[in-house]
């Protein structure tokens, strides 16, 4: 069974940073690809980035690139989101996603498992 746990979730003031991670287990992710999504208070939940976890290709939302970055460390199992400069409106639940594919997908329903996300709260 595939687990993924978030963890680096806080309140930040805006202009801030802060590094999501996501502890993956239960399989070899080799194959597969990572994504995550956030979701703001009334909102549908959005893309925010992807990385194919065998190669390292990674995408990211348009609105959001240049203040994110996403990575894995491979012997950790984990991936990291790297949110820079960050704004109140970056405020929501962050969920990482994993799905059987290694092609990079920006769906939310093309992923085949989520954690239970973290919340980002950031002030002003």
């Known amino acids: 069974q595939v687990q993924l746990v978030e963890a680096g979730g806080g309140v930040v003031q805006a202009g801030g940073s802060l590094r999501l991670s996501c502890a993956a287990s239960?399989?070899?992710?080799?194959?597969?690809?990572m994504g995550w999504f956030r979701q703001a208070p009334g909102k549908e939940r959005e893309f925010v980035s992807a990385?194919?976890?065998?190669?390292?290709?990674?995408h990211y939302a348009a609105s959001l690139k240049g203040r994110i970055t996403i990575s894995r460390d491979n012997a950790k199992n984990t991936v990291y989101l790297q949110m820079n400069s960050l704004k109140p409106e970056d405020t929501g639940v962050y969920y990482c996603?994993?799905?059987?594919?290694?092609?990079?997908?920006?769906?939310?329903?093309?992923?085949?498992?989520w954690g239970q996300g973290t919340q980002v709260t950031v002030s002003l």
């Open positions: 239960g399989r070899t992710f080799s194959s597969y690809g």
């Open positions: 996603a994993a799905r059987n594919r290694i092609a990079i997908a920006t769906s939310a329903g093309a992923y085949d498992y």
């Open positions: 990385i194919n976890w065998s190669s390292g290709a990674t």
